[in-house]
């Protein structure tokens, strides 16, 4: 009889490892508090750009967001399949801006070590520039334009996960109120308690709770150090087509969805669990489109909202088994890329399930390495 999993959390990193898992043959449960893709997923802006979001070096952390930039195509193509239903996928292209030639020298810089890697990216100014996106204004110097970066719907995304997921066969069970406990034993392996849901035991245990995980390690011994950032989020009703690509400047982002608004983001605030969305979060990205986009000085926010990205200490997130309890793997904390990594995430979990996992890859995103520090402070 093949595996009982149990995947707490039904955000798009659960329900990624859902899909994948009842594809190889488990029999998954997924666990939600609330409503699946009710959180961060549901808010976000849905880029897959794994070259503007690494900036520095091609580590660990970057290859990963590229492995997952490849495996995105065919991952859609799945959900599609499994959904019915057409997931918006806009292979745009990305422009990050600069205002003043000075800006230039660290995108060169970017450029030559990306280009090894595949971005295909080029510095483009001028008549060139304007060609590609043409609304721009005049205040922009120069850009990086990278070609390889595209963007999904991702509230529509998550929706088709969760419809992909039950025509798989995965059960979802919302609304299941707080978890009260979690108790791992040999068999059945990981039995937990919800109030709205009651017990659910199964085999395995996938922890996907985002930026909730790190109340989580107290049922493991550990410290996992998990906090929510929140980002603040608007949009403007702008015909697709005036804005052609993914456009970074240093003060915000704008992209442009097929349902006619431009979606512009986002703030990245400490403010515990609260989603609320402020004047001062909306109003900096409102103050600074005009600089880029003259056009947006007339045009009123028409949505506006937030959610909390599950930030980890050191900017990773926690992929792994735990060491002392192997029916147990964590998958949280992806912070600003939950969106791009979650193929690469929902393979490499059920990889661990199947026991076959490519620890080389997964080495940097111990779920242990904060507590192992800690251990190793103490005895020094
Ligand atoms: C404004 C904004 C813009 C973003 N833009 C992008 C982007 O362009 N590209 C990109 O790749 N990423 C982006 N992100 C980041 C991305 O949204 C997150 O990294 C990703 O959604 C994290 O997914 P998750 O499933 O881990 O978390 P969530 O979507 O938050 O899901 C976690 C789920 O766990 C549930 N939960 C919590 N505790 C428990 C419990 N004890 N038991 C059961 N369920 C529980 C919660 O209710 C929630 O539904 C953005 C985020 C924000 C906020």
Aim: aromatic share 8%.
């Amino acid at each position: 009889m093949a595996d009982t999993v149990i995947v707490l959390g039904g955000g798009i990193v659960g329900l990624a490892c859902a899909f994948e898992a009842a594809g190889r043959g488990y029999k998954v449960t997924v666990v939600e508090t609330g409503k699946p893709g009710g959180q961060a997923s549901g808010a976000a802006a849905g880029m897959l750009a794994p070259y503007s979001e690494n900036t520095e070096q091609p580590d660990a952390f970057f290859r990963l967001c590229l492995d997952s930039l490849r495996l995105y195509p065919q991952w859609l193509a799945e959900i599609e399949e499994a959904s019915g239903r057409r997931i918006e996928w806009i292979p745009s292209g990305s422009l990050n801006i600069v205002y003043h030639e000075a800006d230039l020298s660290p995108l060169r810089t970017r450029l030559l070590w990306q280009n090894r890697l595949g971005a295909q990216a080029e510095i483009v100014e001028g008549s060139r520039l304007r060609e590609l996106e043409p609304h721009l204004s005049q205040n922009v110097e120069a850009a990086l334009y990278c070609p390889q970066e595209s963007h999904v719907y991702a509230p529509d995304l998550v929706a088709a996960l969760e419809d992909a997921c039950r025509s798989r066969g995965v059960a979802i069970m919302d609304h299941s109120g707080a978890v009260t406990d979690v108790r791992l034993s040999s068999a059945p392996g990981v039995t937990v308690s919800t109030t709205a849901r009651g017990d659910i035991s199964g085999d395995r245990l996938v922890v996907c709770t985002g930026a909730w995980t790190g109340a989580l390690g107290r049922w493991f011994g550990l410290h996992f150090p998990v906090h929510p950032i929140r980002g603040q989020i608007c949009a403007y009703e702008v015909p697709v087509g005036v804005v052609r690509h993914m456009v970074f400047s240093p003060q915000a982002y704008w992209t442009s969805k097929g349902n006619g608004t431009l979606v512009c983001g986002a703030s990245e605030d400490v403010a515990g669990f609260d989603t609320t969305v402020t004047e001062r979060g909306i109003g900096r990205l409102v103050r600074s489109g005009p600089k880029a986009f003259p056009f947006l000085a007339d045009k009123p926010v028409v949505h506006r909202w937030a959610g909390l990205r599950p930030a980890i200490r050191d900017g990773w997130p926690m992929l792994g088994q735990l060491e002392g309890a192997p029916q147990v793997v964590i998958a949280a904390g992806h912070y600003r890329n939950g969106i791009l990594l979650s193929p690469v995430t929902g393979a490499s979990v059920t990889d661990l399930l199947d026991g076959k996992a490519d620890w080389g890859l997964l080495a940097a995103f111990a779920p242990e390495r904060f507590s192992l520090a800690v251990e190793g402070s103490l005895s020094v």
